[in-house]
Structure formats: structure tokens, C-alpha cells
């Protein structure tokens, strides 16, 4: 998956988040657990195109952390929304499965970032 594959599937992951908490019902609880879903889930794309214009490997890794960070995040809340019992939405286990897979796809981004940043401090001292 090349770097316009991944821009447009986060946006399309933002999309979907917003038009099933549009979807919710109005509770309070929904409300503040809708709230964190919504910036963690929007999150993941704005941070992953901040990464894709990182100044230095260092600073490409630290964005991609925080992006895996967002993406682990939206899953939390998609479970909190789920284990609650508030909504019956058909949306919640697509929704759960795509972070899933974002969080996965960003990790190993991450662990191939790192390694290679390794490898190179190690190719310089030599």
C-alpha cells in the first residue's frame, strides 16, 4: 500500500467515524464517548500526512508513533461504545475491524522506521 492508498483510506476511516456518530442516538455518555472517537479518529489521517512531510527520519517515526497511537485510541472507544450496550449500529464491527487494521499497518511502519533508522546509525559509525 503506497502513501495515497493509506492518505485516502485514514480519510475514508475519518468519514466513517463521523456519519456513524451522526448516526448515534443523543445520551450523555454517547455524547463524551462520540467526542474522544471523533478526534482520535480524525487524528490518524491529519497526524499520517504530517509524518508523510517528516524533516528527518526522527521526526517521521515520532509522527508515525502518535498516529498508532490515534488508531489504537479509536479502538478503545469503538469498544467502550460497543460493551456499553448504547447503540445497535451494524457500522460498529466495520469500524472496529478498520482500526484494527490501521493500527496494525502503522505499527509495523513504525518497527520498519525504526530498524532502518538503526541500521543506518550503525552503517555511520562503522
Same mark, same amino acid.
Given at each position: 500500500? &503506497? !502513501?495515497? @492508498?493509506? +492518505?485516502?483510506?485514514?480519510? !475514508?476511516?475519518a468519514v466513517d467515524v463521523i456519519k456513524f456518530i451522526e448516526e448515534l442516538p443523543r445520551k450523555?455518555?454517547? &455524547?463524551?464517548?462520540?467526542? /474522544?472517537?471523533?478526534?482520535?479518529?480524525?487524528?490518524?489521517?491529519?497526524?499520517?500526512r504530517s509524518a508523510c512531510r517528516g524533516k528527518s527520519t526522527a521526526d517521521f517515526i515520532n !509522527?508515525?508513533?502518535?498516529?498508532? =497511537? =490515534?488508531? &489504537? =485510541? %479509536?479502538?478503545?472507544?469503538? @469498544?467502550?461504545?460497543?460493551?456499553?450496550?448504547?447503540?445497535?449500529?451494524?457500522?460498529? %464491527? %466495520?469500524? #472496529?475491524? =478498520?482500526?484494527?487494521?490501521?493500527?496494525?499497518?502503522?505499527?509495523?511502519?513504525? +518497527?520498519?522506521? #525504526?530498524? +532502518? /533508522?538503526?541500521?543506518? +546509525?550503525?552503517?555511520?559509525? #562503522?
Amino acid at each position: 500500500m &503506497d !502513501k495515497i @492508498e493509506l +492518505k485516502r483510506r485514514t480519510q !475514508k476511516f475519518a468519514v466513517d467515524v463521523i456519519k456513524f456518530i451522526e448516526e448515534l442516538p443523543r445520551k450523555h455518555s454517547l &455524547d463524551v464517548l462520540s467526542k /474522544q472517537l471523533l478526534r482520535s479518529s480524525t487524528s490518524i489521517g491529519a497526524n499520517y500526512r504530517s509524518a508523510c512531510r517528516g524533516k528527518s527520519t526522527a521526526d517521521f517515526i515520532n !509522527k508515525i508513533i502518535i498516529v498508532e =497511537e =490515534e488508531a &489504537d =485510541e %479509536s479502538i478503545y472507544w469503538l @469498544e467502550l461504545i460497543e460493551q456499553s450496550a448504547l447503540t445497535n449500529s451494524n457500522s460498529l %464491527s %466495520s469500524l #472496529k475491524k =478498520e482500526a484494527n487494521e490501521l493500527t496494525a499497518i502503522f505499527t509495523a511502519i513504525g +518497527k520498519t522506521a #525504526k530498524e +532502518k /533508522q538503526r541500521i543506518n +546509525k550503525s552503517e555511520i559509525t #562503522k
